[in-house]
């Protein structure tokens, strides 16, 4: 499904990603770990096109994330470590988002109510004004709603109350075992029952991956 070869990234002459590789295969539950700055947003932005890569080669499902951008973004669902200063409101993110991905609102609203988001009530507010909490749930909302069979989540539980959290990890627990899914977090006591895969960054290399 996805594909990292010898990726470098670097930041002002520093190898943010030195040398990575990584084969993600159909059904990898992922949780992507590992110390503040060890890379992990960066290997994620990279695989999503957002970052060019100073060497080395990205495929999600054989397509080039800076060549092939929309193909690629059209088979991932993301959910971002900071929600993004969105201005629409509700109502007009809701109708970007089943325009431009073919999601359905309805799915969305479903997957809103899981998680306790009565989306219904706050369309007239713009998306920025909505609580942390909020935004986090209804952008994991859109992402499950999208039905890509990668999901990439970068810490998306942080602005959630334990309540919402653990309606989250029910939904998690709910996927298709065929879908991909990296997790990036700092709470693998969490997590554990839904991944089974552990990987470790530090210094921008993989330390230790192991399928458990
Ligand atoms: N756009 C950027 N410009 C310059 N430096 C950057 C940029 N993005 C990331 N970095 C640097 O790259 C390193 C890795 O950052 P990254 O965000 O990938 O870490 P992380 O593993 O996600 O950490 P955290 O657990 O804190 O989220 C850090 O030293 C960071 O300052
Ligand atoms: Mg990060």
Do not use: C, W
Not at 28 to 41: E, H, R, S, W, Y
Not at 55 to 79: A, H, M, Q, T, Y
Not at 82 to 98: G, Q
Not at 154 to 175: C, G, H, M, Q, V
């Amino acid at each position: 499904m996805i594909e990292v070869k010898e990726a470098v990234k670097k930041f002002l002459d520093v190898n943010v990603l030195n040398r990575v590789n990584l084969k993600i295969e159909r059904g990898d539950k992922i949780a992507l770990m590992g110390p503040n700055g060890a890379g992990k947003t960066t290997l994620v932005r990279s695989i999503l096109g957002f970052y060019h890569l100073d060497s080395g080669e990205i495929r999600v499902k054989g397509f080039d994330p800076i060549k092939e951008r929309v193909k690629v973004l059209e088979n991932i669902s993301f959910i971002p470590q900071t929600p993004p200063p969105i201005k629409l409101n509700v109502e007009e993110l809701l109708e970007y988002v089943s325009k431009s991905s073919k999601t359905l609102r309805g799915d969305i609203l479903k997957e809103s109510s899981k998680m306790d988001l009565d989306v219904l009530k706050n369309l007239k507010k713009p998306f920025f004004k909505l609580s942390g909490g909020m935004k986090q749930k209804l952008l994991i909302a859109i992402a499950l709603a999208k039905k890509s069979d990668i999901l990439i989540f970068d810490e998306p539980t942080a602005n959630l109350d334990p309540k919402a959290r653990e309606k989250f990890y029910e939904l998690l627990s709910s996927l298709d075992e065929n879908i991909s899914t990296i997790f990036i977090t700092h709470r693998l006591e969490e997590i554990e029952g839904l991944v089974n895969r552990e990987i470790y960054m530090d210094l921008g290399s993989i330390v230790e991956d192991e399928r458990i």
